[in-house]
């Protein structure tokens, strides 16, 4: 049971926007640390998406943009493309134990129609 | 070029040690948070151990106590002493650098590596 609470799957046709949500608690996105997203391409490795809640690294297209507000996140991708078919991670960080703690969502599963 | 190459998975029994290895080139372990993150298979990620650059060590509780995080600052190499292994720790091991800033409750993973995979079985 993942600490940020992702929809498992979603789906959208080529050239549609999706959104991925991303639902914290008070101990982690309400208690403002910050969100970042990573794509996880078939049989590969995490890549960094989305940080600081809503900057692009360099080479990330502007299709991809990331928000927060209050307890929860989102990642919006317009303009699908079939190669953005991929596994989606959220990421921040959790106060609630004693040491640090960095946490993920359970990851969502986008499919291109 | 920035590159994290992970070695070291493999079969082991239960109850059994494994150490992963992670060469760092491009920048300089010691000077970064490092961390190590896995995925069982068909799961999501899950943080598993962070070395600060000033030495510092922590771990997630589904390890503390069995696993041990190091470097080897001559090699620029990141380590992960693997104890008592039980069949859930089963997963691709990745090594990733954390981002730098003056609050580490901030810091995401700006860098990974492709991973190693330890299978736990008998």
């Known amino acids: 049971q993942s600490v940020l609470t992702q929809p498992p799957s979603v789906s959208g046709a080529p050239g549609q926007r999706v959104t991925i949500s991303c639902t914290g608690s008070?101990?982690?996105?309400?208690?403002?640390?910050?969100v970042h997203w990573y794509q996880q391409l078939p049989g590969t490795a995490p890549k960094l998406l989305i940080y600081?809640?809503?900057n692009r690294p360099s080479g990330v297209p502007d299709r991809f943009s990331g928000s927060k507000s209050g307890t929860s996140a989102s990642l919006a991708i317009t303009g699908l493309q079939a190669e953005d078919e991929a596994d989606y991670y959220c990421q921040s960080y959790d106060s609630s134990l004693s040491g640090p703690n960095w946490v993920f969502g359970g990851g969502t599963k986008l499919t291109v129609l | 070029e920035v590159q994290l190459v992970e070695s070291g998975g493999g079969l082991v029994q239960p109850g059994g040690s494994l150490r992963l290895s992670c060469a760092a080139s491009g920048f300089t372990v010691s000077s970064n948070y490092m961390s190590w993150v896995r995925q069982a298979p068909g799961k999501g990620l899950e943080w598993v151990s962070v070395i600060y650059s000033g030495g510092s060590t922590y771990y997630a509780d589904s390890v503390k106590g069995r696993f041990t995080i190091s470097r080897d600052n001559s090699k620029n190499t990141l380590y992960l002493q693997m104890n008592s292994l039980r069949a859930e720790d089963t997963a691709v091991y990745y090594c990733?650098?954390?981002?730098?800033?003056?609050?580490?409750?901030?810091?995401?993973?700006?860098?990974w590596g492709k991973g190693t995979t330890v299978t736990v079985s008998s």
């Open positions: 990733a650098r954390f981002s730098s800033g003056p609050y580490y409750y901030y810091y995401y993973m700006d860098v």
């Open positions: 008070s101990s982690n996105i309400g208690a403002g640390y910050d």
């Open positions: 600081g809640n809503s």
